[in-house]
């Protein structure tokens, strides 16, 4: 039997109910059909376990990620709100061929035995159904259920939405008010695009009461934020400010129940950006007040400034007062824990948690951390370093007030007489100022630098090392000061692994960010090579430089392909997971295409080219993505997407390739990898295809280090013998 059953296990506001979700879908159930799912939902209260009750035919799969997913109690403990996956059309109809004992309500009679409704399913089944595509396959529309435990009903609240095409998700009770909750939402988009790390796309933030008839018909639903088409039935009208909210996630409610924060995307065009933290001020007899209180940095002092907010939706914020948010956020090579004064504004509102006073004996001056958990009581936090597997420690929430935060260790940092790490294993990070300056929209000079940093083998510095160089993906991401066991494991056998943030990673402000779209093949193969030659020249570790080797995964693949192109004698190997290749290809292909316009063409040109405004009779001017414009392009953008893709330069690689491909990838689908391979087969350079049932990133970790333990052997064939 399974000893974590529970899908959710969630205390009540008083901690007096727990709610607990069983998962009850067999190892049978469809992959790619989240229409029909079921679960057990159990109630447990101070006397013990109270009743259970299924979602079998109320619902399809429930959203338990960080995007879409929440679960939230009313604050009288009567209700419980959650998002899940709307039965579709496909999930409820029959093909021609299907028989009457394999069909539960729809049998193919005659036309006189069918109802209308019967008549429309048959012959549906197969009928394609749109999904958000990476991580999501099968799920496409997500809406909001009450699950009512005094009436034990669960009931759907699409009618209260007052637009049948919301997407709606995210829902969150109010801390003071059992009827009133808020949710974010989007329109039905033509063609859904992928969600998964593309914290920009279109969404708004809506009030709503519940009713107290039950007719789930009469809501009153109260827009907060901006809407791509503004609702007649909505309540409250549209602000100005909210024209730069494009994307909106992760609200909360202040703790008094009169307010919201919520984070908003900075860019319309890039996946990731820097995030604006805002208030909206809900008051019920006057128009919606909004106050921004985190904004974009567009250009960063100096490399010890506040860079602004970056990826803090990997940890939902929490109010730990009245006055304080606690959240996580990218700052440079590192994942900090941040307490914002929501009374201050900008880097006067920051403040970062100390965790290193206590943990001396353990170097964590270069460590990351993780929020597990945070409530009233107090906060869990993950630690890791790159040479320290991650641990969990705890502290009280009036400790971290008080600025006295007394850290409990949950879990031990790894130890073992036969392998210290700490011992063993060492790293460094280094600044590199790029050759070419930064400059911002407004003209600006930026003298920011970016960061590399390397892990190798205390035992080895002198003894000419391979070096195994890693490019993160994105290229919006950031490879944090984390622990990397496959780093590790190449360590361990000998070699030095750097790493380089190059410029357009976040944590490194705005304009550091926007700089790379428009240039890649360019501007970050060229922070790469300069980061590659600056620890060459100035480490004190010794690397024979006729053993270099590449490797990275989706745009980290684009620029390891790109590297061994443009520098054809560097490299003796390479390893490409699942990377971007051929751009052209790629648009029609992936699940999301306007990435390849970002950043081959330049986020400018893409938001003023490639989005279209929606004129509405409310005046609400919003920018939609042109479907027609991204897929049908103009003749004179193929050049410049085919000059920015590897495959321009294919015939220049001499470089052995190990391709590493998920069968189910949606983002970079593999045949582009495939078609990249037979090019390079045909010029007799030595490739081989790795083929995994895994998606974009490896989730199972049996095949994840099968794919690692592959690529070690095959760096190995290719390696000197003789030090240089």
């Not at 008549?119 to 089944?125: A, L």
């Not at 920051?350 to 945070?374: D, K, P, T, V, Y």
């Not at 443009?566 to 490409?576: G, N, T, V």
Request: glycine share 4%.
């Amino acid at each position: 039997p399974n000893p974590f059953p529970y899908l959710i296990n969630l205390a009540s506001p008083s901690n007096k109910k727990i709610f607990r979700v069983i998962d009850q879908n067999t190892a049978t159930t469809s992959n790619t059909n989240k229409s029909n799912s079921n679960y057990s939902f159990e109630i447990y209260n101070q006397d013990g376990f109270d009743f259970s009750i299924s979602t079998e035919g109320k619902h399809g799969s429930i959203y338990t990620d960080s995007q879409f997913g929440s679960f939230s109690w009313s604050c009288d403990e009567r209700f419980i709100v959650y998002t899940a996956e709307t039965p579709s059309l496909a999930s409820r109809s029959i093909s021609f061929f299907d028989s009457q004992s394999t069909t539960t309500s729809t049998t193919i009679q005659s036309t006189e035995n069918r109802n209308v409704e019967n008549i429309e399913n048959v012959g549906s089944k197969y009928e394609y159904q749109q999904d958000f595509g990476e991580s999501f396959i099968g799920f496409g529309w997500p809406s909001i259920y009450l699950f009512d435990i005094e009436k034990k009903q669960i009931y759907d609240l699409r009618n209260l939405l007052a637009n049948n095409n919301l997407l709606a998700f995210y829902p969150i009770f109010s801390p003071t008010n059992a009827r009133q909750l808020i949710f974010v939402a989007f329109e039905k988009p033509i063609r859904k695009y992928g969600i998964i790390h593309c914290i920009n796309r279109p969404s708004s933030i809506y009030q709503l009461t519940i009713p107290t008839n039950y007719n789930f018909v009469n809501a009153n639903v109260k827009k907060i934020d901006y809407s791509i088409d503004c609702d007649p039935n909505c309540l409250a009208k549209l602000i100005t400010v909210e024209h730069c909210d494009w994307g909106c996630f992760n609200p909360l409610f202040s703790i008094d129940g009169n307010s919201i924060f919520y984070f908003t995307s900075s860019s319309t065009a890039t996946h990731s950006s820097a995030i604006i933290l805002r208030q909206a001020f809900l008051d019920s007899h006057s128009a919606i007040k909004f106050r921004t209180i985190i904004d974009v940095v567009d250009l960063v002092e100096n490399d010890n400034s506040f860079p602004g907010l970056f990826r803090p939706q990997t940890s939902k914020a929490t109010f730990i007062s009245a006055n304080y948010l606690i959240t996580t956020t990218c700052w440079r090579s590192k994942r900090k824990i941040i307490l914002i004064d929501v009374n201050k504004m900008n880097d006067q509102a920051i403040s970062c948690l100390n965790l290193n006073h206590q943990f001396s004996n353990l170097n964590l001056e270069f460590c990351s951390a993780q929020i597990i958990e945070c409530n009233e009581i107090g906060l869990v936090v993950e630690l890791t370093s790159p040479n320290i597997p991650a641990f969990i420690i705890f502290t009280t929430t009036q400790s971290i007030l008080e600025g006295s935060p007394n850290w409990k260790f949950i879990t031990q940092p790894y130890q073992s007489d036969k392998l210290n790490l700490q011992e063993k294993i060492g790293f460094d990070l280094f600044k590199v100022f790029p050759k070419e300056p930064t400059i911002s929209k407004s003209g600006q000079v930026s003298r920011l630098s970016f960061e590399s940093f390397y892990i190798y083998n205390k035992e080895n510095v002198d003894n000419y090392a391979p070096l195994l160089v890693f490019n993160h993906g994105g290229p919006h991401a950031c490879l944090e000061l984390i622990f990397y066991a496959f780093a590790i494991s190449f360590v361990l056998k000998g070699f030095v692994v750097l790493f380089t943030n190059y410029r357009g990673s976040i944590g490194f402000g705005q304009t550091e960010l926007l700089s790379l779209t428009g240039k890649i093949g360019k501007q970050d193969i060229a922070d790469t090579l300069q980061s590659i030659n600056q620890f060459l020249e100035q480490s004190q570790i010794k690397i024979d430089k006729q053993k270099l080797i590449v490797c990275g995964g989706s745009h980290g693949g684009f620029i390891t392909a790109h590297l061994i192109a443009q520098q054809p004698d560097m490299f003796k190997a390479a390893i490409l997971r699942n990377p971007v290749l051929n751009i052209i290809t790629f648009i029609v292909s992936t699940d999301i295409p306007e990435w390849a316009l970002v950043e081959a063409l330049g986020a400018e040109e893409y938001e003023n080219e490639f989005l279209k405004t929606n004129n509405n009779n409310d005046n609400n001017n919003q920018q939609k993505l042109n479907v027609n414009t991204i897929i049908n392009l103009q003749e004179k953008y193929y050049e410049k997407l085919y000059r920015a893709s590897p495959i321009s330069l294919v015939n220049n690689i001499k470089t052995p390739c190990l391709f590493i491909l998920g069968a189910n990838d949606k983002r970079v689908p593999y045949y582009q990898s495939i078609e990249f391979n037979s090019i390079l087969v045909s010029r007799g350079i030595p490739t081989r295809v790795l083929f995994y049932e895994e998606g974009h990133g490896f989730l199972k970790q049996h095949l994840d280090t099968d794919s690692w333990i592959n690529s070690f052997i095959w760096i190995q064939n290719y390696l000197q013998s003789n030090p240089q």
